[in-house]
Each structure stands twice: as C-alpha cells, then as structure tokens.
C-alpha cells in the first residue's frame, strides 16, 4: 500500500483511498455514518416530544434518564466487547437500537402510555453506547497498517461531523412531515440498514483463553485496573471524559445565548449548533494532517486549547457574527480533539482490553454530559450566559492544565515503532496479526548488531528468542551441511519455541547483520492467541523441519 511519507501530510483524497482500499473499512465507515446520524436524529426527536408534552422539565428529564444509565452500564459493555468479535458486538447494538427506536415510534404515535418513551428512551440510549468501544476495538483487527488505523479514524471523524448535518437536517425534514413518531420509524429504518452492512465482519477471537471466564463485574474490575496502571491510558480516558463537561454545558449554553443574549430566537440555537458542526467539518480537514504523524499530544492539548479560547473570546465579546464565527472554530478544536484522542488511546490501551476502556470513555463521557447539564443552568443562574461561557473555557483550561504534564509526554509511550512494525510485517508468521498485536510486539523487539562470521544461534543449545533480520545476510546449518541463506525480512529461532526443542540449527552472520531480537513469552503468546498467525507458524515451521530432514 502506498503511504504518504511521516513528515508529509495525506491529501483528503489520499486518506479516503487508504481507509476505503479496505473493504471492510469502507461497509464500517458507512455504517458508522448511519448511526452517528440516527443517533443525532432521535435525540433530537425525543426532545421535541418531551417539550410538546411536558415542556422544558419534560426535556431535562428525559435527558437526565437517557444519560444516568450509560454512567453506570456502558463499562460493562466494554467487557462484552473483548469477550466477544467486536464486529458481532457492533451489529447486535446496532440491532438493538433499530428496534427500540422501532418501538418509540410506535409508543410517540400512539401516545399511550406515555411513560412508555421513558421506559424505551434509557434501554435505546444504552445501546446506543456499545457501538463506540465496538467500533474501537474491532477497526484495528481489520486495519493492515498502523497508517491504515489512522486513516480510519480521521474517516470516522469525518463521518461524525457529517452527521451532524444529515441527522437535524432528515430528522427535521420527518417533524415536519409527520412529527417524532415518523422521524423515529425512518431513524429506526437506517439503524436496522447500517446493522445489516456489518454481517460478516466479526473481528478476531477474545485472547482470553476457555479457562479464564470470569463474572462481567470482576472483567470491568480488572478492566478499570488496567487503565489505572497504564498512565497514558489512565490520562487519556481521564481527559476524554472531562472534555465532556463543556460539551455538556455547551448545549445548553448556545439555547440560552441565542435566545437571552443575541435575541435570534428558538431557532437561533438550532443555527448555533450548525456552526459548530460547521467548525468540526473543517477540522476534518485539519485531521488530514494527522495521518502517519508520530507525536499526535501536542495536536490534542493545542485542539482542546483551541476550543476554549473560542469560547472564553464568545464570552466576553458575545455578537451574532462572533458566535457563528467562534463557535466554528470551537467545533474545529473539537473534531481534531477527538480524533487525536482516539488514536492515542488506541496506541496506548493493552489491546486485549481495548474494547473496555472506549467503553469506560463512554461511560465518562456521559458522565461528563450529565455534568455540564447540570453546571450550566447554575453557571448562568449566577451571572448569565456569557459569563457561563467565559466560566466553561477557563474549566476547560483547568481540565487540560491538571493534565498537561502527562500530555506533553504521552507520546514517548505512545509513539508508533513504524520501521519495526513493517519488518514484522514482512515476516509471514507475523503478517496475519492485527495492527495493535504488531505494534506491541515491535515494542518489545530488542535491536542486535552482529559483525560477519559471529555465531548467532548454535545447534542444541536453548532457545530463549526469535530473531528478525533488518540488514544483512545469515547462513542457517545443521551438522555442519548448509540448509539455506536468510535476509532481511525473514526471521530464524520459531522452532525451538513453538515446539519447546532445543535449537535445531546453528545461525551464523555471512556478512554484517542488524537483527531484532524478541523474547519467548511475547512471541508464543502473540502466536497463540490469534489463529491465522499460528496456523503461518506451524506451516513454517513444518517446511523449515521438512528442509532439515532432508539433508
């Protein structure tokens, strides 16, 4: 595949044709586009039904009992995901929410009972969280390249901010035909079709083993635990979620500077929205930038930065002009926001529980919402809403700066080992695993330089590592008769600890060499615990004794 060079930024095109090259890709993304707008689309249909029928209590009531359970839940979805194929666990939650936006279509139709919506409106917005950490955990099984993953998620970025338009706009369109009962069956209609672009997708197998079943709780224990001990995961799920917070209060802000402040009326919110959405498909264009950049945190605290100084100049001078104008680019800060974020805590999270920790994101996130819902009316309840502006920026700032230390340094331990990714890659007992497995092995990979003649491996002795051969040559022998000559992309030492023999061969350097070394453990457990890599493996290793024999 062709890739664009590190210090070069893709073209929008050129990441288009890296993400959609893959097939899979290209169904996921689509599916993701349906449902990021079905997911806007029946909030807002929701909320226009809880006005009609109880007003603006109604609205923060049925906001507050959608939100509370994902707090609480979502974790325990993350666990679902590792246990199962993330791509299974993405249509079953896609599934789910087809259905039981389904039957809150039926219950605004019909009006009776109305308690119905709320009872229905919890279980559809708990759905609607597996698709995230799903979503996240299975694009790195499909990926063939750390470049690949990137492209991706700057895709789904775009996807996102799309949504923002097409959601409103097609659920507006369907209030206005037939009110939230036909914009929630039409939303339910496209969710049911996005499911069905996931059939055949599973993903990978779990890595846990049938010995390891454990209760969801303990899983979402450890699950916690593990992000807990890995501090650029603990500081990126941390700074995700407080983001969230003005997001939260955000929302309902911009209703209350369009209507108090800038007098634009009720649909003025509904236009201050717009230009944020505005702002985050020109951050898109920003996130093209992005694609095989090695150090992504000082996109991530300047986009966060970004975001709040837009609103803390919103706030301070408050204009009509200046609030389409600011909040663009608060909604540009924020897209490249998300996307650095997700990248990063792809890299940074122990891929065996990836799908838990976006579902800990999630859980914070609505957390975070639930928060700034709550702060906002109290912020302008004391000194109006630009005040209540000028007070979420300098929040903002305070989240960031808390963090700003761990930030500046995450790359260090999130930093992509490119050039050691794609000599595994080139291996063919690697080349079947998925990209975050890859990544972790090139991780532990240990360089070895060695000058010509140098006795690298000898017959019978213990074998405690593989070796990968970056430069140079190497002549494999077996009782004193050469067997065959290696190179770079090619890797000698599998058979001693596949099959837990003593070496078979005796590896000597013809010229000098540049090898990397990887320890047993890592090695036998990445084999292991994905079946396409052990089945290459076995064949290898087959062939390897079969050219032994036959000395």
């Not at 409106?121 to 969280?129: D, F, I, T």
């Not at 069905?196 to 916690?224: D, H, W, Y």
């Not at 802000?253 to 634009?264: G, H, K, R, S």
């Not at 930030?407 to 050691?420: C, F, K, N, Y």
Request: aromatic share 6%; charged share 15%; hydrophobic share 55%.
């Amino acid at each position: 595949m062709e890739a664009s060079s590190p210090d070069r930024p893709a073209s929008k095109a050129g990441v288009f044709v890296t993400a959609f090259r893959n097939r899979s890709l290209l169904r996921i993304e689509i599916a993701w586009l349906v449902f990021s707008g079905a997911e806007w689309g029946v909030w807002l249909a929701l909320n226009v039904w809880a006005y009609i029928n109880g007003g603006a209590a109604a609205v923060s009531l049925i906001v507050l009992v959608q939100l509370v359970p994902c707090i609480f839940f979502s974790p325990y979805v993350g666990a679902v995901t590792d246990r199962a194929r993330a791509g299974r666990v993405l249509f079953i939650g896609l599934l789910v929410i087809g259905v039981t936006m389904g039957g809150l279509a039926v219950a605004m139709a019909y009006g009776t009972p109305r308690a119905l919506v709320f009872v229905l409106a919890p279980v559809m917005n708990l759905a609607l969280s597996i698709p995230r950490p799903a979503q996240a955990a299975l694009l790195p099984s499909v990926v063939r390249s750390p470049l690949e993953l990137t492209a991706a998620n700057v895709v789904t970025g775009w996807m996102e901010n799309a949504s923002v338009f097409l959601g409103p706009v097609l659920t507006g369109v369907l209030l206005g035909l037939g009110g939230p009962a036909l914009a929630a069956g039409v939303l339910a209609a496209c969710t049911l079709a996005a499911a069905f672009l996931m059939i055949g997708i599973s993903g990978p197998r779990s890595l846990k083993g049938p010995g390891e079943a454990v209760s969801l709780t303990a899983e979402v224990r450890a699950g916690v635990a593990t992000v807990w001990r890995e501090p650029a995961a603990r500081t990126l799920v941390g700074v995700m979620g407080s983001q969230y917070i003005v997001m939260g209060a955000l929302d309902i802000l911009c209703v209350v500077l369009a209507i108090t402040t800038l007098d634009m009326g009720q649909s003025g919110a509904g236009y201050l929205d717009s230009a944020f959405g505005v702002g985050g498909l020109l951050g898109a264009a920003v996130t093209v930038t992005l694609v095989a950049r090695r150090r992504l945190a000082p996109a991530l605290i300047a986009a966060a930065l970004t975001t709040a100084a837009a609103l803390l100049v919103l706030g301070v001078f408050p204009t009509v002009i200046g609030a389409f104008v600011l909040l663009g680019v608060a909604g540009l800060g924020r897209d490249v926001f998300d996307v650095t974020s997700r990248i990063l805590l792809q890299r940074a999270a122990p891929s065996q529980v990836l799908g838990q920790v976006f579902a800990l994101v999630e859980s914070l996130m609505a957390a975070g919402l639930a928060i700034g819902a709550i702060l906002a009316p109290l912020l302008v309840g004391l000194s109006g809403a630009p005040a209540a502006l000028v007070g979420t920026a300098l929040l903002s700032v305070v989240l960031v700066a808390i963090a700003w230390r761990r930030l500046h340094t995450i790359d260090d331990s999130a930093d992509v080992p490119q050039v050691e990714i794609q000599l595994l890659r080139a291996i063919p007992i690697f080349s079947p695993l998925p990209a975050p497995a890859l990544e972790g092995l090139a991780r532990a990979l240990v360089p070895v330089e060695a000058a010509a003649g140098t006795t690298l491996v000898t017959e019978g002795e213990p074998g405690d590592c593989f070796y990968a051969i970056a430069d140079g040559r190497v002549r494999v022998s077996k009782g004193g008769r050469e067997v065959a000559t290696l190179g770079r992309g090619q890797g000698f030492g599998e058979i001693a600890l596949i099959q837990d023999v003593p070496r078979t061969a005796t590896v000597v350097a013809l010229t000098d060499v540049s090898l990397y070394s990887l320890e047993k453990e890592p090695f036998v457990l990445a084999l292991t615990g994905h079946a396409p890599a052990a089945r290459a493996a076995d064949d290898l290793v087959a062939q390897r004794l079969a050219e032994l024999e036959s000395i």
